[in-house]
């Protein structure tokens, strides 16, 4: 097991503030924007090589000359697959940043978010980088290195006609990525909310994604979808009636890039993803995509605090 690097260093994630209602523009980059990521990923991906990371990659990985990476391509501004098949975003710019550390190619496998961490267990995939929550649970069967701090809100539409928030949702039908933090944490600590305040709790559909989600919000099959705050408010600026339904809850762990249990390129990609902080890459790809109050101020392996 890679020796565990602990600490709680993270900036601005006073997220009430950062990833403020107020701010869904500036979530949101334009088509022009987007191309502009596309293209600055090429760029990144020549990033001066670190000699001594390089050589600390496994052999096996070192050899294939590429990182086999599972995304999950429908979740902007993380990753989103554009109308011509390019995929761009937050996690396919700073894994080609992080390939340039490395003298490393990525190749990207698309893949459902339910199935991400299966394709890590059976080793089909080298790591993966979708939005993907480094919780105590999670890590007893797979490894992280942590790249930013999150926060929750609730997509509904206009005037939130059910009144939900993400702290509560009494009788509301609420719509969540199968397998995320806020199907397995956040929506099930409602129960005992609504409960004591003499309401019925709230009932869950789980989606693939957030964009299923959203088309049965609009549908009306549900009254909100509970996620990530960045897709929420991406598909706020898109999509005409809907609103983003605060206050901001705050992820109570950092995400992370996800690997196969004690996978020895775990700590390689945290230096990386250090390399980058120090050299403002990092913040530069997260400003890009209007991320940049979810930085961290250095990577940790393991960094779950429940």
């Given amino acids: 097991m890679p020796a565990i690097r602990r600490t709680p260093a993270v900036t601005a994630l006073a997220l009430a503030g950062a990833l403020s209602l107020g701010a869904c523009s500036a ?18 991906s020549a990033h001066a090589v670190d000699e001594e990371l390089a050589a600390s990659v496994p052999a096996d ?11 999950n391509p429908s979740y902007p501004p993380f990753e989103v697959t ?6 761009v975003g937050l996690d396919p710019d700073l894994a080609h940043a992080i390939g340039g550390v490395l003298d490393l ?14 394709a890590l267990q059976a080793d089909d995939v080298d790591m993966a980088m979708a939005s993907i929550g480094d919780t105590l649970e999670r890590e007893a069967v797979v490894d992280f290195a942590t790249y930013y701090w999150n926060g929750t809100l609730v997509l509904v539409q206009d005037g939130n006609p059910t009144e939900v928030t ?6 509301a ?75 901001l809850l705050r992820n109570p762990n950092p995400g992370g890039v996800a690997f196969p249990k004690d996978s020895e390129l775990a700590e390689p990609v945290s230096g990386a993803i250090d390399v980058l902080i120090e050299d403002g890459t990092y913040a530069d790809v997260l400003d890009r995509w209007g991320l940049g109050d979810i930085a961290i101020e250095q990577s940790e392996i393991n960094g779950a605090i429940e």
Avoid: W
Avoid at 105 to 118: C, G, L, W
Avoid at 195 to 222: F, K
């Fill in 61 to 71: 990985v070192r050899d294939a000359g590429v990182i086999r990476m599972a995304i």
């Fill in 105 to 118: 190619d990525i190749e990207f496998v698309p893949t459902s978010f339910d199935a991400i961490i299966p």
């Fill in 173 to 247: 039908r609420i719509g969540v990525v199968r397998g995320s933090l806020q199907q397995n944490t956040f929506l099930p600590a409602h129960t005992e909310r609504c409960e004591e305040a003499g309401e019925e709790p709230p009932t869950s559909s789980a989606y693939q994604d957030v964009a299923q989600a959203i088309l049965a919000l609009q549908s009306n099959r549900i009254d909100g979808v509970m996620a990530d705050a960045p897709p929420v408010l991406d598909a706020e600026s898109k999509n005409d009636g809907f609103e983003a339904a605060g206050p």
């Fill in 82 to 87: 554009q109308a011509d098949g390019t995929l």
């Fill in 27 to 44: 979530m949101v980059p334009t088509d022009q924007d987007a191309a502009a990521g596309g293209a600055a990923a090429t760029e990144e």
């Fill in 166 to 171: 993400p702290e509560l949702a009494c009788g």
